[in-house]
């Protein structure tokens, strides 16, 4: 499973960016796939998921009404638009999926702490810097 995000850069606040993740190596169509970000000092968090089975969406509170997750299976890949950025936002931004298919079912939360960090398949991450 190869998983390649890019779309990372430094961006006022209140600015726009679209984050990008190309997969292969497996059947893309047949998991779930969303986005985490590790910010400097803090643990990695869950942004924001897309379901499998009928493309529902899931988003982390403080990213909600914010950000939109996409994919688009013909290309076996998955977008995350980021609008009204804030400084709270800079993280490494991770592209990941689940081939278990435990996550992203119901939401956005994992199945039990950690279980993507250790079952999770992870990009190799992108860098978002929202500063002035």
């Known amino acids: 499973v190869q998983l390649q995000a890019s779309g990372g850069g430094l961006v006022q606040p209140g600015g726009s960016l679209r984050l990008s993740c190309v997969a292969s190596g497996y059947t893309y169509s047949f998991y779930s796939i969303g986005w985490f970000r590790q910010a400097p000092g803090k643990e990695r968090e869950g942004v924001a998921c897309i379901s499998r089975t009928d493309g529902s969406t899931y988003y982390t509170d403080s990213v909600h009404g914010r950000f939109t997750i996409a994919r688009d299976n013909s290309k076996n890949s998955v977008y995350l638009e980021m609008e009204s950025l804030k400084p709270e936002d800079t993280a490494v931004y991770y592209c990941?999926?689940?081939?278990?298919?435990?996550?992203?079912?119901?939401?956005?939360?994992?199945?039990?702490?950690?279980?993507?960090?250790?079952?999770?398949?992870w990009g190799q991450g992108t860098l978002v810097t929202v500063s002035s």
């Open positions: 990941v999926t689940d081939l278990y298919q435990s996550w992203c079912k119901f939401g956005l939360e994992e199945p039990r702490p950690g279980y993507m960090k250790e079952f999770g398949s």
